[in-house]
T-cell receptor, first 112, second 111 residues
């Protein structure tokens, strides 16, 4: 199994502050993803990356930016956190064409 | 209209029952179909992966894809309390890069 580590696991922050979530993989998988999960919405794609410095937007990208300067790390930044960004954030990797996606354990973010 | 629709439940069944979970979708370009299981406060874990139409069986789990009807199903035979979780369908087109999820169905199997 691919090793995916998300940090932090929990975070409480104030409205208007910047927040960065980190996703780290231990294998050289090309594709990495950030999803958010909210009641009634399932998982929704925020941004994804298909290589170092190659990223693209998902369906709920407003208010978020990402960076990938190394294969193993994919960072998600909330430039100015809002209460609507209170959610559980999951990072995922794609392990190959026929192997589906593997998810991290999630980061529970609360914006007060 | 969402690209993928899934009845959120909750669904409660007695132990040993056959469970049927379903999703419909609108995008005919979807080619890869998956089912994920998610326990409370955990990340989703891949349960079944199928390509295009047909059936796939793995132990007590069977996944079916009917592309003509844009309908996928997951069947769980001899359900166990340990199957209690949220089940999410997900699908992707052949361009890659975007996995679209249903809302998830919360399943409870009572002893």
């Amino acid at each position: 199994d691919a090793g995916i580590t998300q940090s932090p696991r929990h975070k409480v922050t104030e409205t208007g502050t910047p927040v960065t979530l980190r996703c780290h993989q231990t294998e050289n998988h090309r594709y990495m993803y950030w999803y958010r999960q909210d009641p009634g919405h399932g998982l929704r794609l925020i941004h994804y990356s298909y290589g170092v410095k190659d990223t693209d937007k998902g369906e709920v990208s407003d208010g978020y930016s990402v960076s990938r300067s190394k294969t193993e790390d994919f960072l998600l930044t909330l430039e100015s956190a809002t209460s609507s960004q209170t959610s559980v954030y999951f990072c995922a990797i794609r392990e190959g064409a026929n192997n589906g996606y593997t998810f991290g354990s999630g980061t529970r973010l609360t914006v007060v | 209209q969402k690209e993928v629709e899934q009845d959120p439940g909750p669904l409660s069944v007695p132990e040993g029952a056959i469970v049927s979970l379903n999703c419909t979708y609108s995008n005919s370009a979807f080619q890869y179909f998956m089912w994920y299981r998610q326990y409370s406060r955990k990340g989703p874990e891949l349960l079944m992966y199928t390509y295009s139409s047909g059936n796939k069986e793995d132990g007590r789990f069977t996944a079916q894809v009917d592309k003509s009807s844009k309908y996928i199903s997951l069947f769980i035979r001899d359900s166990q309390p340990s199957d209690s979780a949220t089940y999410l369908c997900a699908m992707e087109d052949n361009q890659g890069g975007k996995l679209i999820f249903g809302q998830g169905t919360e399943l409870s199997v009572k002893p």
